[in-house]
């Protein structure tokens, strides 16, 4: 049974920034009610109300995973740590985007799946065998290597709206001795941060732990591995096996995970009812402080044009006389204007964040070395805005 517990209200699609066409013609938006809900038998979080993939991820779509350095490292790590523990023959990536992971390894033992026709150009001019299609059996069938012994993916399979389908494919083409690895935002840390801009269009699920064990126990998978990653606002990376596997025994970290989650209530739908509240104090709190600095003619800006923050700006009613310009610097998003609030983005420049009293976090996840790199503007007087755990002034 699926109970709604959070309503953020009319949303515009996350990645479809705006061009000034689209802003002089008054372009109609494609927006949709942005509801999520909790199964009380998966235990799995999910938004109510999908869009077709097809709609959002299509030969536009903006987001690269190598523009951050966060994710670049994390991802270098990741492909050594692969080659050490695993060592396999071959390797399929789901959603590998813009090469970020599997370019640290052989073109010809890596598969790449990536269904945006201008990322599967990246990942293809790079001399890596790329199915520009999305993950279903159809596609599984089509593939006819038989030595696919570890498929990975990150922040992907949250994307796609029957998750059924996603493991009985991976069950389809995984050797019997495979691994599965896949790493998704945890809804154990959106939790704990009030983190609720994890939700939208592209987000339909937030995994957690739990939910994981439910949904892979019905295709014999088990997971016997986690390792818990800073990314993305914290993250879990899941080591799944089939049960019949018995080179891995399961990780006692896997139970300790399993106790927080339910000493946390992710089980109970009481706790989804609280996080409601949390979110509607949080978005209470961001307008009275972007309010107060307003009323002393405060320069606001915004740094990250986020998917994440599109939710924050749309649900709070945030526009462009609030904050007058993002900085980001992703070459789809440069010269673009946000869904739904139509806030203009400007390419990264350190003299126009110098202009600004406060920048809002829209990366808020990528705090650390967006402080790191910014450390002379905090220095000479500059804040920064951020939403998570609580509304504050940094």
Same mark, same amino acid.
């Given at each position: 049974?699926? #109970?709604?517990?959070?309503?953020?209200?009319?949303? *515009?699609?996350?990645?479809?920034?705006?061009?000034?066409?689209?802003?002089?013609?008054?372009?109609?938006?494609?927006?949709?009610?942005?509801?999520?809900?909790?199964?009380?038998?998966?235990?799995?979080?999910?938004?109510?109300?999908?869009?077709?993939?097809?709609?959002? @991820?299509?030969?536009?779509?903006?987001?690269?995973?190598?523009?951050?350095?966060?994710?670049?490292?994390?991802? #270098?790590?990741?492909?050594?740590?692969?080659?050490?523990?695993?060592? *396999?023959?071959?390797?399929?990536?789901?959603?590998?985007?813009?090469?970020?992971?599997?370019?640290? @390894?052989?073109?010809?033992?890596?598969?790449?799946?990536? *269904?945006?026709?201008?990322?599967?150009?990246?990942?293809?001019?790079?001399?890596?065998?790329?199915?520009?299609?999305?993950?279903?059996?159809?596609?599984?069938? =089509?593939?006819?290597?038989?030595?696919?012994?570890?498929?990975?993916?990150?922040?992907?399979?949250? $994307?796609?709206?029957?998750?059924?389908?996603?493991?009985?494919?991976?069950?389809?083409?995984?050797?019997?001795?495979?691994?599965?690895?896949?790493?998704?935002?945890? @809804?154990?840390?959106?939790? #704990?941060?009030?983190?609720?801009?994890?939700?939208?269009?592209? $987000?339909? $699920?937030?995994?957690?732990?739990?939910?994981?064990?439910?949904?892979?126990?019905?295709?014999?998978?088990?997971?016997?591995?986690?390792?818990?990653?800073?990314? $993305?606002?914290?993250?879990?990376?899941?080591?799944? =096996?089939?049960?019949?596997?018995?080179?891995?025994?399961?990780?006692?970290?896997?139970?300790?995970?399993?106790?927080?989650?339910?000493?946390?209530?992710?089980?109970?739908?009481?706790?989804?009812?609280?996080?409601?509240?949390?979110?509607?104090?949080?978005?209470?709190?961001?307008?009275?402080?972007?309010?107060?600095?307003?009323?002393?003619?405060?320069?606001?800006?915004?740094?990250?044009?986020?998917? =994440?923050?599109?939710?924050?700006?749309?649900?709070?009613?945030?526009?462009?006389?609030?904050?007058?310009?993002?900085?980001?610097?992703?070459?789809? #998003?440069?010269? =673009?204007?946000?869904?739904?609030?139509?806030?203009?983005?400007?390419?990264?420049?350190?003299?126009?964040?110098?202009?600004?009293?406060?920048?809002?976090?829209?990366?808020?996840?990528?705090?650390?070395?967006?402080?790191?790199?910014?450390?002379?503007?905090?220095?000479?007087?500059?804040?920064?805005?951020?939403?998570? *755990?609580?509304?504050?002034?940094?």
């Amino acid at each position: 049974m699926i #109970k709604k517990f959070l309503d953020l209200g009319i949303q *515009p699609l996350a990645n479809r920034y705006l061009t000034k066409k689209d802003i002089l013609k008054k372009t109609q938006e494609l927006f949709y009610h942005l509801e999520v809900g909790f199964n009380t038998r998966t235990k799995l979080v999910s938004i109510l109300n999908k869009i077709p993939s097809k709609i959002i @991820f299509d030969d536009k779509y903006p987001y690269r995973s190598s523009m951050s350095q966060t994710m670049k490292i994390s991802f #270098k790590k990741l492909a050594k740590d692969i080659v050490n523990i695993y060592n *396999p023959h071959m390797i399929l990536e789901i959603g590998s985007n813009d090469g970020a992971l599997i370019r640290n @390894f052989s073109k010809k033992k890596a598969i790449c799946i990536e *269904p945006c026709k201008n990322l599967a150009k990246i990942t293809k001019r790079m001399g890596y065998k790329t199915y520009s299609n999305f993950w279903d059996i159809q596609l599984a069938k =089509k593939i006819k290597s038989k030595n696919i012994d570890l498929i990975y993916s990150a922040n992907t399979l949250s $994307h796609i709206n029957d998750i059924s389908s996603v493991f009985s494919s991976i069950v389809h083409v995984l050797t019997d001795d495979g691994i599965l690895i896949m790493e998704e935002p945890s @809804f154990l840390e959106c939790l #704990k941060k009030v983190a609720y801009d994890q939700f939208y269009n592209e $987000h339909i $699920h937030v995994f957690s732990l739990s939910s994981i064990i439910n949904l892979v126990k019905k295709f014999n998978l088990e997971v016997f591995n986690i390792e818990k990653l800073n990314t $993305h606002g914290g993250s879990l990376r899941y080591h799944i =096996k089939r049960v019949s596997n018995n080179k891995f025994e399961i990780d006692n970290k896997v139970k300790i995970q399993l106790e927080q989650e339910l000493m946390n209530g992710i089980d109970k739908y009481s706790t989804y009812i609280k996080f409601k509240n949390k979110v509607i104090n949080s978005k209470k709190k961001l307008k009275q402080i972007f309010l107060r600095l307003k009323k002393k003619n405060k320069k606001i800006i915004g740094y990250g044009a986020t998917a =994440k923050s599109t939710t924050v700006l749309n649900f709070c009613n945030i526009k462009n006389e609030t904050l007058e310009y993002f900085l980001d610097t992703t070459p789809g #998003k440069i010269g =673009k204007y946000m869904p739904g609030t139509h806030i203009s983005i400007k390419g990264y420049n350190r003299s126009l964040l110098n202009e600004a009293d406060y920048a809002f976090l829209g990366a808020w996840n990528l705090k650390e070395e967006i402080f790191k790199k910014e450390r002379r503007y905090i220095k000479n007087g500059g804040k920064f805005i951020t939403h998570v *755990p609580v509304p504050k002034i940094i």
